[in-house]
Nanobody
Framework: QLQLVESGGGLVQPGGSLTLSCLAS????????IGWYRQAPGKGREGVLC????????TFVNSVKDRFTISRDNAKNTVSLHMNRLKPEDTAVYYC???????????????????WGNGTSVTVSS
């Protein structure tokens, strides 16, 4: 069974940090772009960051630039989202996804991914 499983969410104070992990099972993610999305309460799902097989990254949300980074560890079949200087507006459920292609630009405007994880909740609050 092909799966993506997110972990690492939780409650954090403003200004804090969290690292989310996306573990692939049933396939190896070496050749594919993996993207992180988020969905804030009452809002639509948006692409946040993506990393392709060449370790090139794309950021789709201006408000996370210089605060969030994405990395991949193919040996662990994992993509991570490193979130720093968190703000209350970062509160959302965070999802990872792939469409089994290697084009990050697709994650900025498309939701028709082949596989989605179930999401991990991040709450930024004092």
């Amino acid at each position: 069974q092909l799966q993506l499983v997110e972990s690492g969410g939780g409650l954090v104070q403003p200004g804090g940090s969290l690292t989310l992990s996306c573990l692939a099972s049933g396939f190896t993610l070496d050749d594919y772009a993996i993207g992180w999305y988020r969905q804030a309460p009452g809002k639509g799902r948006e692409g946040v960051l993506c990393i392709n097989s060449n370790y090139d990254t794309t950021t789709f949300v201006n408000s996370v630039k210089d605060r969030f980074t994405i990395s991949r560890d193919n040996a662990k079949n994992t993509v991570s989202l490193h979130m720093n200087r968190l703000k209350p507006e970062d509160t959302a459920v965070y999802y990872c996804a792939t469409d089994f292609l290697d084009y990050c630009f697709r994650f900025g405007h498309r939701l028709d991914m082949e596989i989605w994880g179930n999401g991990t909740s991040v709450t930024v609050s004092s």
